[in-house]
């Protein structure tokens, strides 16, 4: 049921797309819009129907966290404080405000491109706080903050219409793996409590088999017969430069992988077991990077560079 409202709710944006140019979707004003007004469209949900967590709380006692091994968490490490953001929660906010020490930083997911990407808030020593637009881009989650009411493309880390319109949020490291995996490797991690101040049943997968299907829910502008649309793929971006690592590539390499990027040279480690992969520098650093479905990666970076085992 949840998935015909969705659907239908789809096609009603996109009959009345048609039937309109409005420069206005769900109150934001697109009038000076970097994309193509037809090619945004309504999700579903309302400006702030998928409601961001402006407010997290977090739990450190193992035994009050619900948490299976295999589920998967979006981990991140900043300025020496560990967190975990357990995906079933994600999927029903997408966006969490938060900080680390002083630093403000804002995790965004999108459960239709199985992106999880992490943003230093501050611009220009500004701190923003976003919210969920309800409107979609390439199938990706159109973000909005407050201060402005600027649309921000998650994939493309940029806002595209507004007074920030063109400017760029810096991604930071972050991994989608199983909390198994980020435990073992940050026992001290806090973890994000489904204490959010909303009711939800956080046990519910509105997505369970979407990741199986190849099936795009929604438009997207380029798309690729390379892989399965829902491939996980890791991709990077150097110096403007795209290059994708599909899981099943990665699956196939014999030894750690080293390769290189508009001249940076790096080292992928993949983890078959847990679905994990990361890119680090020559002097151990991690390098951010998005993990998301082959469709979505392709869909924004259509002359992406593709790894293949030789």
Request: hydrophobic share 35%.
């Amino acid at each position: 049921m949840q998935l015909l409202t969705i659907i239908l709710s789809f096609l009603l944006s996109v009959l009345f797309t048609g039937l309109s140019a409005n420069p206005e979707k769900n109150g934001f004003d697109l009038s000076n819009s970097l994309i193509r007004i037809d090619k945004i469209v309504s999700g579903g949900p309302d400006k702030d129907g998928i409601p961001a967590i402006d407010h997290p709380k977090f739990l450190k006692i193992p035994e009050r966290i619900i948490l299976q091994p295999d589920d998967r968490v979006l981990g991140m490490t900043y300025q020496g404080i560990s967190k975990a953001y357990p995906i079933k929660i994600l999927n029903h906010h997408e966006i969490v405000n938060d900080q680390f020490a002083d630093e403000p930083v804002v995790i965004t997911f999108c459960p239709l491109c199985g992106s999880g990407i992490a943003y230093s808030a501050k611009l220009s020593g500004k701190t923003l706080h976003f919210g969920v637009s309800g409107l979609l881009y390439n199938s990706d989650v159109l973000l909005f903050d407050r201060e402005t009411e600027s649309l921000w493309s998650q994939l493309m880390n940029q806002a595209i219409s507004g007074s920030m319109r063109g400017k760029q949020l810096s991604p930071l490291a972050i991994t989608h793996t199983t909390w198994e995996d980020w435990y073992n490797r940050f026992p001290d991690t806090w973890v994000l409590s489904d204490d959010t101040g909303y009711y939800r049943d956080y046990t519910k997968d509105p997505y369970k088999g979407y990741h199986l299907d190849r099936n795009i829910w929604f438009p997207v502008e380029q798309q690729s017969g390379r892989y399965h649309p829902k491939e996980m793929v890791m991709g990077i971006e150097i110096n403007g430069q795209f290059k994708a690592y599909a899981f099943s590539e990665l699956a196939k390499a014999k030894s750690e992988i080293n390769d290189q990027l508009a001249g940076k040279h790096y080292s992928i480690h993949y983890d078959p077991w847990h679905q994990t992969a990361s890119i680090t520098d020559n002097n151990g650093d991690e390098i951010p990077t998005v993990m998301t479905f082959w469709f979505a990666w392709y869909a924004f970076h259509p002359k992406t560079l593709i790894y293949q085992v030789q």
